[in-house]
Nanobody, 126 residues
């Protein structure tokens, strides 16, 4: 089992920044590719970014590349999502997720991830 707890969400003005954290406990965190997703009201859960178990390889949704950065600290068992130049359309609940698959088999689908956090709300005001 892996337990994931997100934090760092909140209310921010357009153009502001937030850094989300996802603390993991349970099985060996450093073995898993990790991902970040978000879900706005009335919409499907959307892929943001994923990172390999070592943290060396990252992959982003094209439209978010350049504003969002995923990273991880395997000593602290934590994955991060740095979000800059935030826009009202970034308002959503943000989730981290852990995949039990290899990096090459882990994609951008929610079905690729086994463990999920409870989510943290991010609200960007205009």
């Amino acid at each position: 089992q892996v337990q994931l707890v997100e934090s760092g969400g909140g209310l921010v003005q357009t153009g502001g920044s937030l850094r989300l954290s996802c603390a993991a406990s349970g099985r060996t965190f450093s073995s898993y590719p990790m991902g970040w997703f978000r879900q706005a009201p009335g919409k499907e859960r959307e892929f943001i970014a994923r990172i390999s178990s070592s943290g060396v390889i990252t992959y982003y949704k094209d439209s978010l590349k350049g504003r969002f950065t995923i990273s991880r600290d395997n000593v602290k068992n934590t994955v991060y999502l740095q979000m800059n130049s935030l826009k009202p359309e970034d308002t959503a609940v943000y989730y981290c997720a852990a995949s039990l698959k290899s990096w090459s088999s882990t994609g951008s689908s929610t079905y690729d991830y086994t463990y999920w956090g409870q989510g943290t709300q991010v609200t960007v005001s205009s």
